[in-house]
């Protein structure tokens, strides 16, 4: 695949193709390629090429998936999950025990986070799955590039553009992390808002301090929630209370995508259904399979 005259972010993309060790960084590469590719007669040829590429690729993936196999590292994802990423000493591992309550290794020497740290932490009652990767230049691209949403830890401004190199293929939602608050002066504090607000508006950021507040701490967890594309759905038997643990689903989610979340197969043995909450004209309205759910709905239904 000949780069000339391709820009700086095709050429990146194509010398990591060539790096690349797995079909996932081959297809986030070729699909910045193939964005980047211009669109005229003399590069008809070269977009076809990429484009068949990136199809065979994704043909090899799916007969993984269908094989049980993968080449991505083995954690299974969560229904939301998070990714904690940055430089070292940025203070990723002590914001992880903070939200996970576990203990991870934390130092002050550079790269003590050498595999992944896997957790959970939960927004009211929704659970979020939360991985601590290693530090840049060791992190893992497959953690960066396919998770849903990347907390990007910083404690000085000029980690933002050298950060910026490992990240510009991620898909993810980005919440730009400002770390170790409480050691900043409001002058300092003042200025690098000001920056923020003028030089990287098009990161939602956050400052966090080593020791937060309740209310810190849960303004982090809503802002991270509030990445997800997700409603809560709660389920309950007739005459009993509700579930306390709700369902994850994507918006848009029909009362039929519930039911068959729930068990496969068994949205065509339903007889009749009801619904509570934000999407219900009264409460018990009966519903039909096609019915789009809300946040925080609650679901009754009973089988043939």
Not at 18 to 25: I, N
Not at 121 to 133: G, H, L, R, T, Y
Not at 139 to 145: G, L, R
Request: proline share 5%; with cysteine; net charge positive.
């Amino acid at each position: 695949m000949a780069s000339t005259n391709q820009s700086p972010f095709y050429q990146r993309a194509e010398e990591e193709f060539h790096k690349a060790t797995t079909d996932e960084e081959r297809i986030s590469c070729l699909e910045i390629m193939i964005k980047e590719c211009p669109k005229h007669k003399s590069s008809e040829n070269m977009l076809k090429n990429l484009t068949n590429r990136l199809k065979k690729l994704n043909q090899s993936i799916e007969k993984q998936k269908k094989a049980g196999k993968s080449s991505k590292t083995g954690v299974k994802k969560a229904d939301m999950q998070c990714v904690l990423t940055g430089f070292p000493n940025t203070g990723k591992s002590t914001i992880f025990k903070i939200l996970t309550g576990l203990n991870p290794k934390i130092s002050p020497h550079p790269f003590t986070t050498h595999q992944p740290q896997l957790g959970t932490f939960k927004f009211e009652d929704a659970p979020i799955q939360i991985i601590d990767a290693p530090a840049f230049p060791s992190h893992d691209k497959n953690f960066t590039n396919g998770t849903d949403t990347l907390l990007f830890v910083v404690d000085e401004l000029s980690q933002i553009p050298k950060a910026e190199e490992f990240l510009y293929r991620t898909k993810a939602k980005i919440i730009l992390i400002f770390n170790k608050e409480d050691i900043l002066s409001e002058n300092e504090k003042r200025k690098i808002k000001a920056t923020l607000d003028s030089k990287y508006k098009k990161y939602n950021y956050h400052f966090f301090s080593q020791k937060p507040s309740i209310e810190e701490l849960n303004n982090l967890k809503k802002e991270i929630f509030q990445t997800f594309p997700i409603i809560r759905v709660y389920t309950k038997e007739p005459k009993k209370e509700a579930s306390k643990e709700p369902m994850i689903l994507k918006v848009g989610s029909t009362f039929k995508d519930a039911a068959e979340k729930i068990l496969k197969g068994i949205s065509k043995k339903i007889k009749r259904a009801r619904i509570w909450g934000p999407s219900s004209r009264f409460g018990g309205q009966i519903i039909g399979l096609e019915h789009i759910l809300k946040d925080k709905d609650v679901i009754e239904f009973q089988t043939r």
